[in-house]
């Protein structure tokens, strides 16, 4: 706390202080350059070179006495402290006394969100709906919903306070997300969910909305409960509790009709990542959708018997084709 008053008397938030004792010759900031790249705004010149000027505008890196050093912020998107890490796990029932399946993702903040996000959606169901002529599959949760919430609880969790993570719970009746860090700066529940932001990682806060993640400040909660309301979900729970924000997302009870469909999803997950990487060991599968390497072997044989999968080359060396209907 004493340290929180003292970054506000500076007018700083902790992501754009100097992390003093790392050096910035030793990160690797692919990540990053990739997720720039990605959204059309590279970090490099035409020769390949980084824009280290734009990192500095960004406050990605700061230059103390002709010396330049990596920011909190630049750290905490690489992954590079323990604390940033997303813990995962499905439960039985609606308590956490027995694991079905766990998973702790860590490394860049881009590819824990991904991870995380596939993670659900391996455990969320489908509804299947009959429109005309074709039938549509939609996750029991709005996946909008599910993927700003995960935003803001990357982006405005208190990155301060070492030995806390974000965790991510999934029973029969609902998903909660648990981000450290209330709200900042004495931000009550109400004015946060009519629109008021107080944003305490400036650094994230804006790569995040560089890259699209985010359109609008304060709008994150307000977008959370419309995109619910839209797919017909009740409003999602969410709460201050102590020194954390809490959302449960309410899930509804699976019909034996759609049981089917759950299991579809995940084949679907699945080619969708050999379809990126079809070189991809089980393994790498398996911690990627946040199943077992049993289970990916087993939907891989199915998908293979049904056509949609081919082995070109041997088991070592060789890759996947994904067999287009």
Known sequence: MIHELERQRLHQSFDEQIAWDQKLDSLDLTPLLQAFEQAGKPLTDTTGAINWPRLRTLK??????????????????????????????????????????KKEYS????????NTETFIKN????????????????????IPAIREAL?????????????RDI????????VNIVSPGGLPNGLTLKEALAGRSEIRNRVLARIFRELGYIEQWGSGMARIREYCTQAGNQ?????????????????????????????????????TLIESNPKASAKILAETL????????????????????????????????????
């Not at 010396?67 to 909190?72: G, L, R, S």
């Not at 018997?305 to 996947?320: D, E, V, Y």
Request: hydrophobic share 35%; net charge neutral; proline share 4%.
């Open 290 to 325: 946040g199943i077992t390497s049993r289970a990916v072997e087993k939907q891989i044989s199915q998908l293979k018997k049904q056509g949609k999968l081919q082995r070109i080359g041997p088991a070592k060396g060789g890759h996947w084709k994904v067999m287009k209907a």
């Open 235 to 271: 409003l999602p729970d969410i709460q201050e509790n102590g020194d954390f924000i809490d959302i449960e997302f309410h899930r509804t009870p699976l019909h034996p009709e759609e049981k089917s469909s759950e299991k579809s999803s995940e084949k679907s997950s699945l080619l």
């Open 60 to 101: 990605l890196i700061r230059t103390e006495q002709g010396k330049d050093y990596p920011t909190h912020g630049l750290m905490i998107l690489l992954g590079l402290y323990d604390q940033v890490e997303i813990k995962c796990s499905r439960f039985k029932g609606t308590t956490m006394a027995i694991f079905l399946d």
């Open 123 to 142: 455990h969320l169901h489908l509804r299947a709906e009959i429109l005309g002529l074709q039938r549509t599959e939609t996750y029991e949760i709005p």
């Open 107 to 114: 490394g860049d903040l881009f590819q824990q969100l991904a």
């Open 151 to 163: 935003t803001n609880a990357v982006v405005h969790r208190d990155y301060s306070n070492a030995g």
């Open 167 to 174: 965790k991510v719970g999934i029973y029969d009746d609902m």
